[in-house]
């Protein structure tokens, strides 16, 4: 017995020896009785039928029997530990042969609680016999949580100057838990990250990943995973996959996935599936998707858009539709399928006719009837202040004489529908990752900048009739340019003190990304670099974006409302409608106060260039400060 005691110790170090130590003591456990064979037989007492009738009485004698042999253990290195008094390794074992029966949830014993005080009494000699010693500490500490854990490695700091780089990972790691714990994210990341620089096999490799890509340090965080070693135990793979999948690159993703799969490691189908989907492999993705046997009933709404994705690449209208079918039939009408709906539209037009999905048909041409006739809740109170107005004798003074309420009810329409369909009818994938905070695929990204075009191009014809309306005298002003030229870059230097502060907070990249707004105008910006370099991209930020918007809100809202009510309520309306319609409750006063002054702009030159020159300027900044920190 000694012998093993002894044997248990020598094998009781090194980070992932408790659960080596684990399964020597359930052996040894064994082992007690089989020497013992003749002493068990004696003391074997007979089992009462009522017992065996009975299922928890039966588990109750089994769990006494194994806490009997549990003590016996424990009294072997009661023994050993006296004979040995220094030896840290074999204190370091009985902690970890506790630690594997002080469980407190249903797959502990039912003696679990006083393995738990065993546990702890075992916590409390390592610390007050061997606190200077490396592994003693560690174990001590990694067992502590929260601010305690935090309180008790600051003590170890001092002390690890000669610890080994594997205990010193350790010791970040142990700090990345308790801050954490302590709900400080960005702490916690750091020493996550010191954790697996220290030694790459450290488990806080996904939290120093997450911590690289929330910090804007993509590309280092793919490096990372990539010099890794294989992950031990081996489904841990699967945790590093999915991680890979939600927030690395399409190519890293199937890196990471051919790891895995040589590692002959089980991974579901549903996220091959979807990492083939994502790196274009839409023939190896639909292989994956023919080995599920969930049935349809039981997909979740992100499994039934990866099968309308998949069939939307391969070019398969009918299995799109069918995908559909199950989704509606799961969930009823909701924006995700609407969204999926639409991109089997953009593929297969045809598809508009199929019976079964006729519902969803008719739910867009419904949202479509709705989006037309929203503009009514301004109209129609302004058509009725106008005529209140009128009666008591107080004309109104329009900013541009041709426009009335028609118009504003023609560019706010248009706005609203290109913003929702066009988007609705946009290719399978581009919206998605427009909003997701990942990085995009060569082909995500040119569907991205052509469905952005595309609505700035529709939303021009649109209002290509209205616009004979507004003479070039209308669109450059008359008047009041030298205040102006002082308001546009006074806003400008504001904006640039803005983005400076943003970019010297300790989180920049996550400062550019903390909204959806945010995100879908750096992943716009960033594709639009991608695709044909940073000239593309502030054309479309800080051009032709700032111009149509400029057009719609500044020009017909703000010009209409003005032919019927004073120009201070026209101008709060159509500055609260363009800080809504941006969907940034977060900047929503940042949005408010640009259509504010926008407004005034327009009634101090007359015209539409100095509101231009304003959100134009706005938007090139914020251009410049996302492409740099990116």
Request: charged share 15%; hydrophobic share 50%.
């Amino acid at each position: 017995m000694a012998a093993d005691i002894r044997g248990l110790a020598a094998k009781a170090t090194g980070a992932d020896a408790w659960r080596r130590v684990v399964g020597f003591g359930h052996v040894l456990v064994a082992a007690l009785c089989m020497a013992a064979s003749a002493r068990c037989r004696a003391d074997a007492m007979p089992v009462a039928v009522e017992d065996l009738r009975t299922p928890a009485h039966a588990i109750a004698l089994v769990s006494e029997r194994q806490q009997d042999a549990y003590k016996q253990v424990l009294s072997a290195y009661a023994k050993e530990e006296t004979a040995l008094p220094g030896d840290v390794s074999l204190v370091l074992a009985r902690c970890r042969f506790t630690e594997g029966f002080a469980l407190d949830d249903d797959e502990g014993p039912t003696w679990g609680e006083a393995a738990q005080a065993d546990l702890q009494g075992c916590l409390n000699d390592l610390d007050t016999r061997f606190h200077g010693d490396a592994e003693a500490s560690l174990f001590t500490a990694e067992h502590r949580y929260g601010k305690a854990a935090l309180a008790y490695a600051r003590t170890l700091l001092p002390l690890s100057g000669n610890w080994t780089t594997q205990q010193r990972s350790r010791l970040h790691a142990v700090f990345a838990r308790a801050y954490l714990a302590t709900k400080d994210t960005r702490l916690a990341g750091q020493e996550a990250l010191a954790a697996v620089q220290l030694d790459p096999g450290s488990n806080q490799l996904i939290p120093a990943l997450r911590f690289l890509c929330d910090d804007g340090r993509r590309l280092l965080a793919e490096s990372m995973l990539a010099k890794a070693p294989a992950p031990s135990p081996a489904w841990m793979g699967g945790q590093r996959l999915r991680f890979a999948a939600d927030n690395l690159s399409a190519s890293a993703a199937l890196t990471e996935l051919q790891r895995v799969q040589d590692s002959k490691t089980p991974v579901d189908p549903w996220l091959s599936a979807r990492i083939y989907q994502r790196a274009g492999r839409y023939a190896d993705a639909a292989k994956m998707l023919a080995m599920m046997k969930t049935q349809p009933s039981f997909q979740s709404v992100e499994q039934y858009q990866l099968r309308v994705n998949i069939s939307v690449g391969q070019g398969d209208p009918k299995a799109a539709s069918a995908a559909l079918r199950d989704w509606f039939g799961k969930t009823g009408i909701t924006g995700p399928l609407l969204f999926a709906y639409g991109s089997v539209l953009a593929r297969a037009p045809g598809e508009l006719f199929t019976p079964s999905l006729a519902p969803l048909a008719l739910s867009m041409l419904a949202l479509l009837a709705a989006l037309l006739c929203l503009p009514g809740l301004v109209a129609f109170p302004a058509h009725y202040r106008g005529t209140v107005r009128a009666r008591e004798q107080k004309p109104a003074q329009p900013l541009f004489e041709p426009l009335g309420l028609r118009h504003m009810w023609i560019g706010l329409a248009t706005f609203l529908v290109i913003s929702i369909m066009a988007p609705l009818l946009s290719p399978a994938g581009s919206v998605q990752a427009l909003v997701a905070h990942r990085p995009m695929t060569s082909s995500e990204e040119r569907a991205v900048i052509l469905s952005q075009l595309a609505m700035l191009f529709m939303g021009a014809l649109c209002l290509l009739p209205a616009l004979r309306h507004l003479s070039w005298r209308r669109w450059l002003g008359e008047r009041g340019m030298d205040a102006a030229l002082i308001t546009v870059i006074s806003w400008t230097l504001f904006k640039g003190f803005l983005l400076m502060a943003a970019a010297h907070a300790p989180h920049a990249a996550g400062v550019f990304n903390s909204t959806p707004h945010d995100r879908s105008v750096s992943a716009l910006a960033s594709a639009a670099t991608h695709v044909g370099g940073v000239g593309l991209a502030l054309l479309i930020v800080a051009v032709l974006v700032p111009v149509y918007e400029e057009l719609v809100f500044r020009g017909f809202i703000l010009g209409g409302l003005s032919r019927h009510i004073a120009f201070g309520w026209a101008n709060l309306w159509q500055a609260l409608l363009f800080a809504l319609l941006h969907f940034d409750m977060t900047h929503f006063a940042f949005y408010f106060a640009l259509g504010l002054m926008g407004g005034w702009l327009v009634k101090r030159t007359g015209g539409l260039a100095a509101s231009v020159a304003l959100h134009a300027a706005n938007n090139a900044l914020a251009c410049v400060a996302i492409l740099l920190t990116a």
